[in-house]
């Protein structure tokens, strides 16, 4: 058997997962449902997959990899607002893209199981740290160069950030409408200090420097 044949194998079954968790839930979906949807015999997940908690696990691990490519096509040289602008216009795509409320309903499935599953925690958890790592780097290059102030916590401002993103995760999964340009416009807003308008005193000491 090649590596091929095991890896469009395993994503066979991941995809079938995935229209299970959807239909049915996280728990009440058994091995041999994923099956039977991936046209599998009851057994079959069982040769790729230790249990649909590992299915659970991997799910997590292709975000993970996902999240890699999304930092690799940043242009960590422009200025830091430029940064954040295109990375919030990175991570709120998915958004944009056909069945990202019922990515959402999966994502939220996703964080409850990791309360009990050490395989799928750990695996989320990877997913946060490299997001909020790369992004608390940002913020640090950003600080060094009096771009944000000093005092911040840099992990928290990350972790901030990375909670704008996830918070529509959750209003769409919830069922909340949403509109996401508009989300996105509001998203870089605030990352990038254009929500304020500046007061008449800002403005003064902008135009009349002292």
């Known amino acids: ?40 015999s009851t057994g079959a997940p069982y040769r790729y997959f230790e249990s649909k908690d590992d299915i659970v696990a991997a799910m997590c691990s292709e975000a ?17 607002r430029s940064i954040f602008e295109e990375l919030s216009t990175v991570y709120l795509a998915a958004a944009h893209e056909p ?26 958890r990877a997913d946060f740290n490299l997001i909020q790592t790369h992004v608390a780097e940002i913020v640090k290059q950003a600080q060094a160069r009096g771009e944000i102030d000093n005092n911040l916590d840099p992990p928290s401002v990350a972790q901030t950030m990375v909670s704008l993103v996830l918070g529509l995760i959750v209003q769409r999964a919830a069922g909340v409408a949403v509109e996401v340009d508009k989300y996105e416009e509001a998203t870089r807003s605030l990352v990038t200090g254009k929500l304020w308008n500046a007061t008449a005193g800002e403005k003064q000491s902008t135009t009349n420097p002292t």
């Open 99 to 124: 069945g990202a409320k019922d990515t959402a309903r999966l994502t939220l499935q996703v964080w409850e199981e990791s309360t009990h599953s050490d395989n799928t925690g750990e695996a989320l």
């Open 64 to 80: 993970l990899d996902r999240h890699r490519r999304r930092f690799g096509t940043l242009d960590l040289a422009a200025t830091s």
């Open 1 to 40: 058997m090649t590596e091929a044949h095991i890896e469009a194998r395993r994503n066979q079954i991941i995809e079938a997962a995935r229209a299970c968790f959807l239909e049915r839930g996280f728990h009440a979906t058994k091995i041999q449902d994923i099956a039977k949807v991936a046209g599998l």
